[in-house]
């Protein structure tokens, strides 16, 4: 997929935001479902666009697909609670995204941190990561997780 946005004559359907993913069998989402506790996967469709670093990846949620009951505020306090005092996790203030937000994919560009954002309303919500997929992608991740098992700073060589 990268090569084609690389190319030297790529198409013009390329110039702009591209979804995919669209049968719903993305290779993630098992675990997606696993590790947020849902019961049944959520629909996520990713989208790739035409800038170098950074990714926004969102799952929608409603309210119905959690176990027990959650409020948006309830949903963002259990990302504020799970990630205080990460070092490369920022959870975005409570109601930071309102009606007038925008959200952009390169926001995080340039480091290894990811930002979660929690929005929507008491029924339906998203929960969106922001993140820079060539620092806090596979190799960041892998640096981190190298960092931490040797003993060392977590954050050794990615600050």
């Known amino acids: 997929m990268i090569a084609q946005y690389e190319a030297a004559e790529k198409a013009e359907s390329l110039y702009s935001p591209g979804l995919y993913g669209l049968t719903q069998a993305h290779k993630h989402l098992p675990e997606m479902q696993k590790l947020c506790g849902l019961k049944k996967p959520p629909v996520f469709t990713p989208i790739v ?3 170098y670093k950074g990714m926004a990846a969102t799952v ?17 306090q259990a990302l504020a609670d799970h990630y ?3 070092k490369l996790v920022h959870v975005a203030p409570e109601g930071s995204a309102d009606a007038g937000s925008k959200l952009y994919g390169n926001a995080r560009a340039g480091d290894n941190g990811l930002t979660l954002v929690a929005a929507g309303n008491d029924e339906r919500f998203t929960i969106t990561a922001l993140f820079d997929n060539l620092g806090k992608g596979a190799s ?3 640096v981190q997780n190298m960092n931490i098992m040797l003993g ?8």
Do not use: C, I, K, N
Not at 60 to 76: F, I
Not at 152 to 159: C, I, W
């Open 140 to 142: 960041g991740a892998a």
């Open 84 to 86: 205080a005092g990460e």
């Open 49 to 51: 666009d035409d800038y």
């Open 152 to 159: 060392f700073e977590e954050t050794a060589g990615l600050l």
């Open 60 to 76: 929608p949620l409603h309210r119905s697909q959690l176990t027990g009951e959650a409020t948006l505020h309830q949903v963002w």
